[in-house]
């Protein structure tokens, strides 16, 4: 487990205010006594427990162990009223919160009985209320990383491809929440890799690019990666992944120190947790591409006697490696971080004929590599620069290298920089129109000075 705090037992504000609603309400056990729907003993447990507090009751709990864990597992199971369960569960979530030993009380109860510790509120996920469903998962998180038994099978597959997909709805309610309890499961190194079996990473990039994402989700997801990043293997991973991107956007444009100090942890952990020294120094050339210097600068001029001194020891560091790894950089490497980072622009490269000439038939190189990126970026990207500056690559690759033409139509390059003919960008109109004569006619000189007159 790695150091840091993830403090999941401050609610979020959604589930914090109606957690404090549903407590005002106190439950009418005698009713459900005398319906027959718990028993004598069910009932004395809890009027007692709601009773007590501090320490008698922390000796009530730990003098009735067995029975605490039998009485809520049996009033989840028997009693069908949302508000009461609702109830329920926030005893248990305060319970775990006043001591997370607790969760040694569930785990011990239903080895006893032979049941999973889960299933009971794993099953609750099939409720329709949502306050149910979020308060389970947070017990669940709980048990999960406080028990000397960690979930594993079937049943941790399951809940972390449900947090998986919760977090994937910008529109969910509960947002925070669940991202809360995936922070708390990513600390755990098991857990982590069962998240990136089921394409947890690639999740979290789709994450990153929804639009209006507060600062708060920004923080908690940039968290999850940097947990994710102690993990060597998943941390080499990442570079398949537009995480540098997408951190390098949020540094570039959040306010919030504690969200620049999380997302400069990443970015060290993606140097020098990653084994692979090639791929350690390919992350540091990503985050040169991105302008990621730039900030790290800015960051350094602010920097005062009250800085937090790990952020300042992340930006010396950082700044050290991000100028080390420019040092020896070649051309070519330059544009082809340019292009894998799919963040096109006019930089010199693209313009010159002398590049062109001696590196055009590198876009080949393992298997197509770079071709297939750049015919890529005029299908996915929305950015009228980085498609009119991908047409004109594409057009300078046709016209240097000998075979360029039949490759590009074979990738179906040909194809999308046709649909870019109208675009309603006109210079994306004019460099897929140069780069479409390119491919059809011999005279592109000659052509292109006519385009530029008209």
Partial sequence: MVQGKTNINQMPDEIWVQANE?????????????????NQEDFNFITTFERLSGEQKAKFIQEN????????????EHISKDQTIQYILILIDDMLNEDRARVEIFREYCKKINVSVWNPFLMLFNRRDGFIINMSCRIIAKITCWSSEQMDGPDLTRYLSWLR??????????????????QMMLRIDNYRRAFDAIDGIATLERVFSHERLNFQMQYQLAFCCWVLTFNSELARKMKKFKIIQSLADILRESVKEKVKRIVL????????????????????????????????????????????????E??????????????????FDEYATELKCGRLEWSPVHNSEKFWRENAHRLNENNYEL??????????????????????DLGEYVRHYPRGKLVTESLGGKNLVMQRLTHEDPNVRYEALLCVQKLMVQNWEYLGKQLKQS
């Fill in 22 to 38: 549903i407590k005002s309400n106190r439950v009418s056990w005698q009713s459900y006594l005398q319906s027959q729907m718990i």
């Fill in 371 to 392: 071709l297939k990126i750049l015919i890529s970026l005029l299908e996915t990207s929305k950015d009228p620069l980085v498609m009119s500056v991908a047409a004109h």
């Fill in 165 to 182: 997909d919760q977090i994937s709805d910008p529109s969910n309610t509960y947002l925070q929440s669940v991202t809360r309890c995936l």
């Fill in 314 to 331: 992340d930006v010396e560091f950082l700044i050290g490696v991000l100028q080390e790894s420019v040092q020896d950089l070649s051309s």
């Fill in 65 to 76: 162990r067995f029975q605490c864990a039998k009485t809520f597992l049996s009033l989840i």
């Fill in 265 to 312: 942890a990443v970015f060290r952990n993606l140097i020098q947790n990653v084994e692979d020294r090639e791929i350690a120094r390919e992350n540091a050339i990503i985050m040169v591409q991105c302008k990621v210097m730039k900030q790290l600068e800015i960051i350094k001029q602010s920097i005062g006697p009250n800085s937090d001194p790990e952020m300042v």
